[in-house]
């Protein structure tokens, strides 16, 4: 069965960092663009972080931009999101999505959107 599993959730203080991990199963995720979404409590899902096939192209939404980093290794199967200067409005469960979709049009595509796969998420909550 393919899917795809979100792990690095957790709870951290304002300024800390966290890395969030994608490990795609039963399919080469090599084939496909990622994107990290998240979705807070009362809030539309939104995307944050994509990244093309080979890794060359990033899209980042301006919220993040400068602190959250996309990257990948398809060998091991994996994308990841580094998250540093972690602030309490980036407190949401955060998913990861693969289509065949463009960097900036996955990042852009509304929570009507249904990708090609899409993990359970994981909880990033940023309190002190």
């Not at 409590?41 to 959250?68: H, I, L, M, Q, W």
């Amino acid at each position: 069965q393919s899917h795809l599993v979100e792990s690095g959730g957790g709870t951290v203080q304002p300024g800390g960092s966290l890395r969030l991990s994608c490990a795609a199963s039963g399919f080469s995720s090599g084939f496909y663009a990622i994107g990290w979404f998240r979705q807070a409590p009362g809030k539309e899902r939104e995307g944050v972080a994509c990244v093309s096939r080979d890794g060359k192209n990033t899209f980042y939404s301006d919220g993040v931009k400068g602190r959250f980093t996309i990257s990948r290794d398809n060998v091991e199967n994996t994308v990841y999101l580094q998250m540093n200067s972690l602030e309490p409005e980036d407190t949401a469960v955060y998913s990861c999505v693969a289509d065949l979709l463009s960097v900036q049009a996955m990042c852009s595509m509304d929570q009507r959107w249904t990708p090609n796969y899409r993990g359970q998420g994981t909880q990033v909550t940023v309190s002190s």
